[in-house]
């Protein structure tokens, strides 16, 4: 501080030493140093032993510099700690010399000084001593009533051998059936929860140990013991209310009061007592009770909002109608009942067989839309929502139309799968009605129907081979139908596709008229066989009598001389006595072929007149239409075939 009160800092240059000169004139300066770094530095500058003097050390005064070391100042800082570490270091190395003599026992032996003794408690060790009993009795106790019961459950082995052991029955219960320790209660989950389930109803049951259900008195148990049979396993299973019982889904496919197809699901059969089943046949049927709730809530949900059809499904209480066709219910109903002798199966079972398509297609459309719920697809690219499927992921990249995306975020649901469905089954039945009775009352030609094995649950496919009976060989006619919902698809022969409604009478008029026009292809083939000649042929005849419905099929026939002509007429409404024959000759000539003058021959055949009589099919020889008209062109014929005339 000079004279007139200014205030002069002198401080230590923030500069380093230069540690490094680059080839490119760069300075690299020394990093400077820590605290720690600095003390270390000047500690290891410092002699201890006083034989040598510190000279880095250097204080600067604003009016004069000189060198000393630390022994020239007034107080040296290091001078306390070399005190303490020198006197630390003695008393070591006289702990040491005491235990090396202990050791040898020689010169000095240790002995423990005791502590005086505490003051006695009574009380306190009086009140430790009474809790100690007090467990000990209770241990003990407990003891003694597990041991009675297990000689009392030893007992009751030995008089039922069926009687198994808890733990190894629980053990099973885990392997098939979801439990969690609640407390000291083991619950169960009989819901399809993890398999993608949405229904609110929670399935939870509860497990004991059969000898715990209940304290009873004894004149309870035994009158009851009188009554009631002693259960045979270790496990009680206790099964909410609601879930107890037998609980089925009937469908039934009625017209007017005449069932036509039945389907039950979930119908497992009378449910034992309480007493009598087991647990696990008593929790297989609750889970069905809870599965067959779940599938009618559903059911009774879509048919609420379902509005497209023509006539709206009707919910009432437990039973769903749906309109398949004019006359035609499907009525979807859950059945419940206690368990006991209540309950018993429908009696229509017996009458109609059980339709398993409908069964597994009710089992199939719930497990998918379980199968939707937990089943998301994953993210493409990973930045993208959950749930997004592939077909909207390309929305974008293939411009789908307003339309198009629509028509794929609508998805059908189980009670219109399950109607439509209905209406195949319905159609399939009277498509099989119509072909089991034209088969029936018609023998000629023979109806010959093969139903695809392999079909879809809403499309069937059968094949219709027309026949004459011994000439199966030459002609035939193929049909095929397609039975889909509401219509139906026949094929020809030719390729030729006709498209029908869900009415029988339909399809009878189009088998009629395949009928009609195999009489007239397969005697066109057996004509050719014969020698003779097609003059002339036509399946929409417009001559004769007027049809019904279609048209009547016809064809002319030729003999190999020419002088004999047949004409036949097959009309589609009646394929029994509906094939007219007429055979046709000559008028100079009679029936048997007998000339009266060349002249008047050649004149009149030249001048076309064919004189046609109808003949009686009823009196030719023959077991069909084909073999009549063979042994009739056999007779008509005037060639000679191996020296027998025919004529």
Known sequence: MNSNGIVVSVEVPAENLVHEISYDGQEILQTPLSMSESLTRLAHRIDFSGTTELSAVEIEKPDEQHECTFKTLPTWPWDQMRNKMRSALTELCVLSDILQLSRQKKYL???????????????????????????????????????RAALNEAKSKSSMSSMQDFHIELLRLRQNWRLRKVGNTILGDLSYKTAGSRFPQAGLFEVRKAEDEGDKSDEETSSQAQTQPKP?????????????????????????QDVLSIANIGLLGPAPTPHEAQWQQRLEA?????????????????????????????????????????????IIGLCHGNTGKGTSTPSTSTKVDHNHVLEHSLHQLLREMHKRNSCLP??????????????????????????????????????EEMIRQAQHVVLRLRTMYVLDSLARDI??????????????????????????????????????????????????????????????????????????VHQIMALQSLTKLMGWSVSASSSHLGVGQC????????????????????????????????????????????????????????????????????????????????????????VLTESTVGGFSTH
Not at 380 to 387: M, W
Not at 396 to 414: C, H, N, S, V, W
Not at 443 to 467: E, F, G, Q, Y
């Open 109 to 147: 032996v240790l002995d423990p000084v005791q502590a005086e003794p505490p003051e006695p408690k009574t009380a306190a060790t009086l009140i430790y001593k009474k809790k100690g009993l007090g467990a000990a009795s209770i241990v003990l106790t407990q003891g003694a009533e597990r041991i």
């Open 232 to 256: 045979t396993s270790a496990l009680r299973v206790i099964v909410p209310h609601e879930l107890q019982g037998i609980s089925y889904i009937q469908v039934l496919i009625q017209k007017d």
């Open 286 to 330: 609750a889970q069905n009770v809870l599965f067959c709730k779940e599938l009618f809530s559903f059911l009774a949900r879509e048919a609420v909002t379902l509005n497209e059809l023509p006539i709206p499904p009707l919910v009432v209480g437990n039973q769903i109608t749906a309109t398949l066709f004019p006359n035609i219910l499907m």
């Open 547 to 634: 049809e019904k419905l279609g048209n009547a099929t016809g064809s002319l026939l030729s003999s190999p001389n020419g002088k004999r002509s047949i004409a036949v007429r097959a009309s589609p409404q009646n394929p029994q006595t509906g094939i007219e024959v007429y055979v046709g000759s000559p008028v100079d000539e009679d029936y048997f072929g007998m000339e009266t003058d060349s002249s008047t021959v050649a004149s009149e055949s030249a001048s076309g007149v064919i004189n046609y009589k109808a003949v009686d099919l009823e009196e030719l020889e023959g077991k069909n239409f084909l073999s009549k008209m063979e042994i009739l062109m056999a």
């Open 378 to 415: 994953m993210p493409h690219p990973a930045t993208a929502p959950i749930g997004v499927s592939k077909k909207r992921r390309l929305a974008g990249p293939f411009a789908y139309e307003k339309q198009t995306l629509l028509q794929m975020g609508k998805r059908d649901g189980i009670l």
């Open 443 to 516: 023998k000629d030609p023979l109806i010959m129907t093969h139903w695809a094995s392999l079909s879809a649950v809403a499309h069937s496919c059968v094949r219709i081979n027309l026949l004459s009976a011994g000439f199966d060989a030459t002609t035939r006619t193929p049909l095929i139908i397609h039975v889909k919902e509401k219509s139906l698809k026949c094929i020809l022969k030719d390729g030729k596709a006709i498209h029908l409604s869900y009415e029988p009478q339909e399809l009878r008029d189009v088998i009629l008229n395949q009928i009609a």
